[in-house]
């Protein structure tokens, strides 16, 4: 789809994966595409996820993907069967990073990391002509006289404090949520939408751990250790995986995918019972009889170790029961299949992976328009979906960016 003379301007704010692939299907279509960043640099979050390894999609049928995500809206299924994890893999390719499937069906680029993958689209950019303008804090829009705003006049706050305005046809808002504001996403456009009547959903953590008030002697010798093959229940969802033990409390894969149970447990309750097996390979009768088979004067410790319970096991066994760990087979083997602690609250937004929430569906049309702003699409974190980990949060990150510029352009050619 190209568009014809004359050149349309199109801003797009955010430089984040979001931002750049709109601003790629944009000035592919021949549109003049300034994106406009307020960090000092773009894609600095998508370096971060990188950090530990580039999970950019995930290998599954697009059928069980499409049920990975919360919000069921049309418009979020339409732009995932849009541009699919397939179309992202080719994409990588092309940019000479082609992926690879990990365990557990994730997908990851060549080289691990985000840093080749972004140097080579910037250039892919550069060679577009998109203008890049970092150091330009989006602040809304000018407002018209007669009330209301003029959305093609954006107004941005350079770095040196200064204000300018700049005029563009459509805009791609494409802002993030507001986990790790310190590499750029800091929410802070919910009060900019909001007071243009937008719907927003608050802004919440999602993919985050939990706060546990550990006792100082277990978190000093076991603070930043694995917790190995258990298995988190929250309700009647069990998760399989290793977990992690912080200063603050609880990190890694099986919390973060219970995370949005606990915290809609938490918002609503007030606290949430988590449930660990500590031993998910044998069930309790086999932990019993084995328990049983030991010799009568067997100290605690000896018992766990010859069931194969790891030190760190043992020891959040004693810290969750205030050293009250039962010596009977039965009892024992049944408190190691479900050791119980409540929580109260999740770890802060600042510290979440990603953000649920975000501008609402039902404020966007087909193409993911603000219907009260004309000629302004959302992608990426800002709208309202949650997924786990696993790849789900930078494909529809992609996914939204096409649609949102694909609706940008029809909007000015139809
Ligand atoms: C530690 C960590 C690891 C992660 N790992 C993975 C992973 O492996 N796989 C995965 O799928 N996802 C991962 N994610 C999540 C993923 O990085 C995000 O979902 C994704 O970056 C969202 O893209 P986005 O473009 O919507 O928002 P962002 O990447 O947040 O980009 C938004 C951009 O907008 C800019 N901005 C904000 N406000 C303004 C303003 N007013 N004016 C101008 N610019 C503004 C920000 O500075 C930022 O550059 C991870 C996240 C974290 C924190």
Same mark, same amino acid.
């Not at 909001?194 to 546990?212: D, F, K, Y």
């Not at 299949?337 to 929580?343: A, E, M, N, R, T």
């Given at each position: 789809?190209?568009?014809?003379?004359?050149?349309?301007?199109?801003?797009? %704010?955010?430089?984040?994966?979001?931002?750049?692939?709109?601003?790629?299907?944009? !000035?592919?279509?021949?549109?003049?595409?300034?994106?406009?960043?307020? $960090?000092?640099?773009?894609?600095?979050?998508?370096?971060?996820?990188?950090?530990?390894?580039?999970?950019?999609?995930?290998?599954?049928?697009?059928?069980?993907?499409?049920?990975?995500?919360?919000?069921?809206?049309?418009?979020?299924?339409?732009?995932?069967? !849009?541009?699919?994890?397939?179309?992202?893999? #080719?994409?990588?390719?092309?940019?000479?990073?082609?992926?690879?499937?990990?365990?557990?069906?994730?997908?990851? *680029?060549?080289?691990?990391? +985000?840093?080749?993958?972004?140097?080579?689209?910037? #250039?892919?950019?550069?060679?577009?002509?998109?203008?890049?303008?970092?150091?330009?804090?989006? $602040? &809304?829009?000018?407002?018209?006289?007669?009330?209301?705003?003029?959305? =093609?006049?954006?107004?941005?706050?350079?770095?040196?404090?200064?204000?300018?305005?700049?005029?563009?046809?459509?805009?791609?808002?494409?802002?993030? @949520? +507001?986990?790790?504001? =310190? %590499?750029?996403?800091?929410?802070?456009?919910?009060?900019?939408?909001? $007071?243009?009547?937008?719907?927003?959903?608050?802004?919440?953590?999602?993919?985050?751990?939990?706060?546990?008030?550990?006792?100082?002697?277990?978190?000093?010798?076991?603070?930043?250790?694995?917790?190995?093959?258990?298995?988190?229940?929250?309700?009647?969802?069990?998760?399989? &995986?290793? !977990?992690? /033990?912080?200063?603050? @409390?609880?990190?890694?894969?099986? /919390?973060?995918?219970?995370? +949005?149970?606990?915290?809609?447990?938490?918002?609503?309750? @007030?606290?949430?019972?988590?449930?660990?097996?500590?031993?998910?390979?044998?069930?309790?009768?086999?932990?019993?009889?084995?328990?049983?088979?030991?010799?009568?004067?067997?100290?605690?410790?000896?018992?766990?170790?010859?069931?194969?319970?790891?030190?760190?096991? #043992?020891?959040?066994?004693?810290?969750?029961? @205030?050293?009250?760990?039962?010596? $009977? *087979?039965?009892?024992?083997?049944?408190?190691?299949?479900?050791?119980?602690?409540?929580?109260?609250?999740?770890?802060?937004?600042?510290? +979440?992976?990603?953000?649920?929430?975000?501008?609402?569906?039902?404020?966007?049309?087909?193409?993911?328009?603000?219907?009260?702003?004309?000629?302004?699409?959302?992608?990426?974190?800002?709208?309202?979906?949650?997924? *786990?980990?696993?790849?789900?949060?930078?494909?529809?990150?992609?996914?939204?960016?096409?649609?949102?510029?694909?609706? !940008?352009?029809?909007?000015?050619?139809?």
């Amino acid at each position: 789809m190209a568009v014809d003379k004359p050149t349309y301007t199109a801003a797009v %704010v955010g430089g984040g994966p979001a931002g750049l692939m709109a601003a790629e299907v944009l !000035a592919k279509a021949g549109l003049a595409v300034t994106v406009y960043e307020h $960090q000092r640099s773009v894609g600095r979050k998508f370096l971060l996820a990188g950090r530990g390894g580039l999970n950019i999609t995930h290998s599954e049928p697009i059928d069980a993907m499409l049920g990975r995500y919360t919000a069921s809206s049309p418009s979020l299924v339409a732009a995932l069967r !849009a541009f699919t994890p397939h179309d992202l893999r #080719a994409w990588c390719a092309a940019l000479g990073e082609p992926t690879f499937v990990g365990s557990s069906g994730r997908v990851f *680029p060549a080289s691990f990391r +985000a840093t080749r993958l972004l140097r080579a689209w910037l #250039a892919r950019l550069d060679d577009l002509k998109v203008a890049l303008k970092v150091g330009h804090r989006w $602040q &809304g829009w000018a407002k018209r006289a007669g009330g209301g705003v003029d959305t =093609r006049r954006l107004v941005l706050e350079r770095s040196d404090g200064t204000i300018v305005e700049a005029l563009s046809d459509v805009t791609i808002l494409a802002l993030g @949520g +507001a986990s790790w504001p =310190r %590499v750029g996403s800091d929410g802070r456009w919910v009060d900019t939408l909001t $007071q243009l009547g937008v719907q927003i959903a608050s802004l919440r953590p999602a993919n985050c751990g939990v706060l546990v008030d550990w006792s100082a002697d277990f978190v000093g010798q076991f603070g930043g250790a694995p917790l190995k093959n258990i298995a988190l229940t929250v309700g009647t969802v069990s998760v399989r &995986g290793d !977990a992690m /033990i912080t200063t603050a @409390g609880l990190e890694g894969g099986p /919390i973060y995918a219970q995370s +949005a149970a606990i915290r809609d447990s938490i918002d609503r309750l @007030g606290s949430c019972a988590l449930s660990f097996d500590l031993h998910p390979d044998l069930t309790a009768a086999q932990l019993t009889e084995r328990l049983v088979r030991g010799r009568p004067k067997d100290s605690l410790t000896a018992m766990l170790h010859r069931i194969g319970l790891s030190k760190l096991s #043992a020891a959040l066994l004693r810290e969750l029961t @205030g050293n009250q760990v039962p010596r $009977q *087979p039965e009892a024992l083997a049944s408190m190691i299949k479900s050791l119980g602690i409540d929580v109260r609250a999740t770890m802060p937004i600042d510290r +979440a992976i990603s953000t649920a929430g975000g501008v609402a569906f039902s404020e966007l049309d087909d193409a993911l328009m603000i219907k009260r702003l004309p000629g302004v699409f959302v992608a990426g974190e800002m709208v309202d979906w949650e997924a *786990p980990t696993g790849g789900y949060l930078l494909q529809a990150s992609f996914s939204t960016a096409v649609t949102a510029a694909r609706g !940008a352009i029809d909007f000015l050619t139809l």
